[in-house]
């Protein structure tokens, strides 16, 4: 593999640990973008990323549970999975994303109500919150029903 390739994996699995993810799932999602191959094999994940095969299959166990990545079996090999990234869930991942916004959203406003003015820094933080969510949620729908 190539060293922009590689780094651009190795910034992946930085990006899915800052949302939670463990690296090696962040290692395997920026593998599977970056890569032309378009399905991957257990063994191909292991000798590509060179990682242990217990970590690999936490992390795709991990990935498949919450719907990241699906698989695939072909009539030809019963016994080979083959993983890719699933658009289905790609999609409800940003869908939650658009969804934990609105809760905030929701929240803040709640909050919002019982606070008094003796923190006028924190309110004005907080209806800008409100105020970005209220223009970013409608935008980030619209352009999530195009996809």
């Given at each position: 593999m190539n060293v922009k390739k590689q780094t651009l994996i190795n910034k992946s699995a930085s990006l899915y640990k800052m949302i939670?993810?463990?690296?090696?799932?962040?290692?395997?999602?920026?593998?599977?973008?970056?890569?032309?191959?378009?399905?991957?094999?257990?063994?191909?994940?292991?000798?590509t990323l060179k990682i242990s095969k217990s970590a690999i299959s936490k992390s795709l166990k991990f990935?498949?549970?919450?719907?990241?990545?699906?698989?695939?079996?072909?009539?030809?090999?019963?016994?080979?999975?083959?993983?890719?990234?699933?658009?289905?869930?790609?999609?409800?991942?940003?869908?939650?994303?658009?969804?934990s916004l609105a809760v905030r959203q929701s929240l803040l406003e709640q909050i919002l109500t019982l606070r008094n003015e003796d923190n006028k820094e924190l309110n004005e933080l907080i209806k800008s919150e409100i105020s970005f969510s209220k223009a970013i949620i409608p935008f980030v729908e619209k352009e999530l029903k195009k996809f």
């Open positions: 939670g993810y463990p690296p090696t799932a962040g290692q395997i999602m920026g593998l599977l973008y970056v890569s032309d191959q378009k399905y991957f094999t257990f063994q191909e994940l292991i000798d990935l498949l549970e919450i719907k990241e990545i699906s698989f695939k079996i072909k009539k030809d090999n019963k016994r080979k999975r083959y993983f890719y990234i699933s658009k289905k869930g790609t999609i409800k991942s940003l869908q939650q994303w658009i969804d």
